[in-house]
Every structure is written in structure tokens, then in C-alpha cells.
């Protein structure tokens, strides 16, 4: 069943067309990944489908919600880890976690089981009256993705997941999000630079360039299509693109990520 479909979706700014024309569908229960260069059109795709962006042109819709006419209902019914830190340091992870049981209207009595579950599923549970300004980069992650699933969203966005994390917290992450989409049949729909990462979450990858729908498949699909033995993720995504796999971004792109390197390391 179709959780999340995007319609001619077109987002320009000026006379620069950052998203043009974007149609796919994701099923219930899926983790979708949106790859491409930067400049792509993947974060300005996903400020729209959650409804931080509007469409110039098309529309979207997210668990049977319009993102133009219903945003409000959009909102609700989604959870968003944003690849800039969202939590407090200066609070406990408990604290953190009573904020947004606050923010999404989580009725008192619930509140206190709520976070305490979702403590204890991301592995924070002994963490849990620590600052988070202690915490390692992916205790952090841990936790803002337990922010994001307080109001147990059929769908979670997430927008470059481990980004400045090292190998073993990235696997541990990985290994998080994966147990929560088989346990809750959470819709995930991820955006990553990582050919593994991509890999070892997603069902289906879209590949974007310049703003359009390259390829889109199952990796095995997307591999078994192009004339290589032996074909990886990365052969298909330059395939695609005709780009290197990091080609460079703006200088605000550039320092944006390393300030959250910095801050998760």
C-alpha cells in the first residue's frame, strides 16, 4: 500500500529549478533512500514533503495527506531528524524527550511510559538523566530519533542520519532504525551520501540529478542493470549522475556539514 507519493513535484528558486517534475511512490513499511550529488534536489525534496518548504509547481502525499492543502494534518502524522542537531545539551535525555511529548500534544498520563520506552528501545536508558552535552555523537542520534517516534509517526524522515559519526556508531544507528521500521512497520524515508549506508537500509534507492528522477530500484535491480561485473552502488549512483560521489556542495553546505562533524565527533 502506498504510504507517500509525490506528484510532478517542482520547487524553483528564481530562475533555478532545484526540483523539477518528481514523481515515486513509497510503500508502508518501507525505508526509501534518496541519493544523489549535491545540489541534487534531495534536502530541498524533503523540506517539502515535510511541509518546511512549499512546492512551486505539483504536490505530494504523505499517509493520505495533501502536502499543499493539509499540511497541519501532514505534520501529525510524520517524524523528522534533521541532519543539524535538534537536541538540547544543556537538558537531560529524559528532559529532551518531555520537550517534544510536550510539542506533540502526548497526553500527560502517557507521557513518562512513553519516553521511558523509547529510552529504553534506543539503548539510552541508563543515559537517561545524563546531559546530552555528555553524550557521544551517536548516543545523540540515538536520541533524536526517539524524539522524532514519541508520537509514533507511521512515517520518519531522516535527513543524513550519521553523518560525522564513526563506523561503529553509524553501524549501531543502522542497526536502531532497522529494528524500529520491523517492530512499528515505520515508513522511513532516508537521505544520505553513504553508497553502504543507502545499501544497508533501503529497499529501494531514487538516484537524483539536477533535480530530476535518474534511476530508481531495489540496489540488487539498480546493479544488475548496468553493464559491469561485480557491479557496486557507486558504479550505478556515477552511472546516474556522471559524477564523482561527493562533488563538492556550496561553501554553506560545505560548513554546515562540518559544524555537525565537529559537534557529533
Same mark, same amino acid.
Given at each position: 500500500?502506498?504510504?507517500?507519493? &509525490?506528484?510532478?513535484?517542482?520547487?524553483?528558486?528564481? *530562475?533555478? &529549478?532545484?526540483?523539477?517534475?518528481?514523481?515515486?511512490?513509497?510503500?508502508?513499511?518501507?525505508?526509501?533512500?534518496? +541519493?544523489?550529488? %549535491?545540489?541534487?534536489?534531495?534536502?530541498? &525534496?524533503?523540506?517539502?514533503?515535510?511541509?518546511?518548504?512549499?512546492?512551486?509547481?505539483?504536490?505530494?502525499?504523505?499517509?493520505?495527506?495533501?502536502?499543499?492543502? *493539509?499540511?497541519?494534518?501532514?505534520?501529525?502524522?510524520?517524524?523528522?531528524?534533521? *541532519? +543539524?542537531?535538534?537536541?538540547?545539551?544543556?537538558?537531560?535525555?529524559?528532559?529532551?524527550?518531555?520537550?517534544?511529548?510536550?510539542? !506533540?500534544?502526548?497526553?500527560?498520563?502517557?507521557?513518562?511510559?512513553?519516553?521511558?520506552?523509547? +529510552?529504553?528501545?534506543?539503548?539510552?536508558?541508563?543515559?537517561?538523566?545524563?546531559?546530552?552535552? %555528555?553524550?557521544?555523537?551517536?548516543?545523540?542520534?540515538?536520541?533524536?530519533?526517539?524524539?522524532?517516534?514519541? @508520537?509514533?509517526?507511521?512515517?520518519?524522515?531522516?535527513?543524513?542520519?550519521?553523518?560525522?559519526?564513526?563506523?561503529?556508531?553509524?553501524?549501531?544507528?543502522?542497526? @536502531?532504525?532497522?529494528?524500529?521500521?520491523?517492530?512499528? %512497520?515505520?515508513?522511513?524515508?532516508?537521505? &544520505?551520501?553513504?553508497?553502504?549506508?543507502?545499501?544497508?537500509?533501503? %529497499?529501494?534507492?531514487?538516484?537524483?540529478?539536477?533535480?530530476?528522477?535518474?534511476?530508481?530500484?531495489?540496489?540488487?535491480?539498480?546493479?544488475?542493470?548496468?553493464?559491469?561485473?561485480?557491479?557496486?552502488?557507486?558504479?550505478?549512483?556515477?552511472?546516474?549522475?556522471?559524477?564523482?560521489?561527493?562533488?563538492?556542495?556550496? !561553501?554553506?553546505?560545505?560548513?554546515?556539514?562540518?559544524?555537525?562533524?565537529?559537534?557529533?565527533?
Amino acid at each position: 500500500m502506498t504510504i507517500l507519493e &509525490t506528484l510532478s513535484l517542482t520547487r524553483r528558486f528564481g *530562475q533555478m &529549478t532545484a526540483v523539477d517534475e518528481l514523481s515515486f511512490q513509497v510503500e508502508t513499511g518501507e525505508a526509501f533512500g534518496l +541519493l544523489g550529488p %549535491n545540489g541534487a534536489g534531495k534536502s530541498t &525534496t524533503l523540506k517539502m514533503l515535510t511541509t518546511l518548504l512549499p512546492p512551486t509547481a505539483g504536490t505530494a502525499r504523505v499517509a493520505g495527506f495533501d502536502i499543499v492543502r *493539509q499540511p497541519g494534518e501532514v505534520r501529525r502524522v510524520i517524524g523528522y531528524v534533521p *541532519q +543539524l542537531l535538534s537536541a538540547d545539551g544543556s537538558l537531560t535525555g529524559f528532559e529532551n524527550l518531555s520537550v517534544f511529548a510536550r510539542l !506533540y500534544d502526548i497526553p500527560r498520563a502517557e507521557r513518562g511510559p512513553r519516553i521511558r520506552s523509547a +529510552l529504553a528501545f534506543m539503548g539510552l536508558e541508563d543515559s537517561a538523566d545524563k546531559l546530552v552535552r %555528555n553524550y557521544s555523537g551517536g548516543m545523540i542520534r540515538r536520541l533524536e530519533i526517539a524524539q522524532s517516534m514519541l @508520537h509514533r509517526p507511521p512515517v520518519l524522515f531522516l535527513d543524513e542520519p550519521t553523518v560525522g559519526l564513526d563506523p561503529a556508531a553509524r553501524r549501531a544507528v543502522w542497526e @536502531h532504525i532497522e529494528v524500529m521500521r520491523q517492530e512499528f %512497520n515505520t515508513t522511513i524515508l532516508v537521505t &544520505t551520501h553513504m553508497m553502504e549506508e543507502a545499501e544497508h537500509l533501503c %529497499n529501494r534507492v531514487a538516484i537524483l540529478h539536477h533535480g530530476q528522477l535518474a534511476v530508481s530500484g531495489t540496489p540488487a535491480e539498480l546493479k544488475a542493470a548496468i553493464d559491469k561485473p561485480d557491479a557496486t552502488l557507486d558504479d550505478v549512483f556515477i552511472e546516474a549522475t556522471g559524477d564523482q560521489l561527493e562533488s563538492g556542495g556550496s !561553501y554553506r553546505e560545505t560548513s554546515r556539514s562540518r559544524r555537525t562533524a565537529q559537534r557529533l565527533g
